[in-house]
């Protein structure tokens, strides 16, 4: 049975910095790309970065690029979430996600490639 547990939400002052983890457990973690996803409160849920098995090569969205940073630890199957300079528009629901072993770069932003997820940490960032 395939598992994913986030941690490491919290609530965190506009500026700061939070890191979030995600351990997988029950599918080869090496094999899969893994992403963030999240989720504000009334509205849908949008991708934020994810991470590819080949060359670690990150993708995120255009609000959080130069902020955040995704990375990966295969060895401890663990994907990360380095959030800095936080806003308050950074406020949500963050998933933790893990892809197809087959989705190539241009399918990375697309939930519907994603067969498991966590049930979520909650960030909050307080202005």
């Known amino acids: 049975q395939v598992q994913l547990v986030e941690s490491g939400g919290g609530l965190v002052q506009a500026g700061g910095s939070r890191r979030l983890s995600c351990v997988a457990s029950?599918?080869?973690?090496?094999?899969?790309?893994m992403a963030w996803f999240r989720q504000a409160p009334g509205k849908e849920r949008e991708f934020v970065a994810a991470i590819r098995t080949t060359d670690g090569r990150p993708t995120y969205t255009d609000s959080v690029k130069g902020r955040f940073t995704i990375s990966r630890q295969n060895a401890i199957n663990t994907v990360f979430l380095q959030m800095n300079s936080l806003k308050s528009e950074d406020t949500a629901l963050y998933y933790c996600?893990?892809?197809?072993?087959?989705?190539?770069?241009?399918?990375?932003?697309?939930?519907?490639?994603?067969?498991?997820w966590g049930h979520g940490t909650q960030v909050t960032v307080s202005s």
């Open positions: 996600a893990a892809a197809r072993p087959s989705t190539i770069l241009s399918q990375i932003r697309v939930e519907l490639r994603y067969d498991y």
């Open positions: 029950g599918l080869t973690f090496s094999r899969y790309p």
